[in-house]
């Protein structure tokens, strides 16, 4: 069984084995690791691309700067991404710079993370939550 895995670094679409865990899985295009997991700072281009061609859940943080919650609740996003290589891939979007995003998917307040899975949102919570939460919640769209 193989999957669909957007590449972090060129956003080509590269379809890989399936696997429980990985050594290694590298970009066909660029030859990047698909193993980087950090959050990408996304717009809604690269959200589109996202949603439309990953087959692991699409995890989308909504924050801005001067959100103090957003602020605190970053650095936890960020490990709940790099302990989920290709289980999960995770965006963050600056709702200032993509309001009309903000606009699109409902976000009412900061932070807010939704999932996605076979192109359509299957999941949200608003609210800063540490990275054993965030990781228990990503896991049930695994």
């Known amino acids: 069984m193989n999957v669909n895995v957007v590449c972090p670094h060129c956003l080509k679409v590269n379809r890989i084995p399936k696997k429980e865990s990985y050594a290694k899985a590298n970009c066909g295009e660029c030859k990047g ?18 949603i439309a061609n990953s087959e692991l859940p699409v995890i989308v943080d909504f924050w801005a700067p001067w959100c103090g919650p957003c602020l605190q609740m970053a650095p936890h996003f960020e490990k709940a991404a790099l302990a989920m290589p290709l289980e999960a891939q995770f965006l963050k979007i600056n709702n200032d710079d993509e309001q009309t995003l903000g606009s699109t998917y409902r976000i009412a ?21 540490d990275s054993t939460q965030i990781e228990d919640w990503v896991r049930q769209y695994v």
């Not at 307040?109 to 899975?117: N, Q």
């Open 33 to 50: 690791s698909l193993l980087d997991s950090k959050p990408l700072t996304a717009n809604a281009n690269i959200l589109a691309n996202y």
């Open 109 to 129: 307040s900061i932070p807010t993370v939704l999932a996605f899975k076979g192109g359509k949102e299957v999941g949200r919570f608003s609210g800063a939550r």
